[in-house]
């Protein structure tokens, strides 16, 4: 059973450009949550998505969105990025909506490097 | 902001030892979960523990749970040098669903 692939590894950008980042969940999972993890700030959560719509949001920016396809596959972008945006991107998959209810099975994450 | 406080912030041992790490927390839950991170990677999810509950074993962990104190242990028995990574415990407020999680316990197990 294939985890929760995450692309692209790794990633610099150059500050005021965007970037999308991907998740595909495990198969059979509709919920998609992101997570931003930073040295500073730890853990902190950015969105979830579940059947395309957004079922609940963390307390960030307009510049950073998210959409969930109906293969469940889900993406993410950051517009004008900023150099605090540099951090570990983890997306977790869940059967149902919310974590709290089935537990997370995370992806590797995107390493994502703002210069 | 981070619901869950874990203690102590970092924790070196001897392998064979057993190692032990709290998680304090600030809303009613209906569920705590403890999640293992090996540096720079994705979270394991390790056990799951329910509101009704006051003790849970899967292997050498060993969870517990106080909802009176608002407070949880993780203890791992005997351990390894491959336990060494970072431990979070995690909860989601009622209503909010989205796991919280807390600033994360690193574990270094020395062979």
């Known amino acids: 059973k294939a985890g929760v692939t995450q692309t692209p590894r790794y990633l610099i950008k150059t500050r005021g450009q965007q970037v999308t980042l991907s998740c595909s969940p495990i198969?059979?999972?509709?919920?998609v949550s992101w997570y931003q993890q930073t040295p500073g700030q730890g853990l902190q959560f950015l969105f979830e998505y579940f059947s395309e719509t957004q079922r609940n949001k963390g307390n960030f920016p307009g510049r950073f969105s998210g959409r969930q396809f109906s293969n469940s596959r889900s993406e993410m972008n950051v517009s004008t990025l900023e150099l605090g945006d540099s951090a570990l991107y983890l997306c977790?998959?869940?059967?149902?909506?919310?974590?709290?209810?089935?537990?997370?099975?995370f992806g590797s994450g995107t390493r994502l490097t703002v210069v | 902001s981070q619901q869950g406080e874990e203690d102590p912030q970092a924790l070196s041992i001897q392998e064979g030892e057993n190692a032990t790490m709290n998680c304090s927390y600030k809303?009613?839950?209906?569920?705590l979960q403890w999640y293992r991170q090996n540096s720079g990677r994705g979270l394991v999810h390790l056990i799951l523990?329910?509101?009704?509950?006051r003790e849970k074993h899967s292997g050498r962990l060993r969870v517990t749970l106080d909802t009176s104190k608002k407070s949880s242990s993780l203890l791992i028995t005997a351990s390894r040098a491959a336990d060494t990574a970072s431990y979070f415990c995690a909860t989601g407020d009622t209503g909010r669903r989205a796991l919280t999680f807390g600033s994360g316990t690193r574990l270094q197990v020395q062979p």
């Open positions: 809303t009613s839950i209906n569920n």
């Open positions: 977790a998959s869940s059967p149902g909506t919310g974590g709290e209810f089935y537990g997370y099975t």
């Open positions: 198969s059979g999972h509709r919920s």
């Open positions: 523990i329910r509101s009704n509950e």
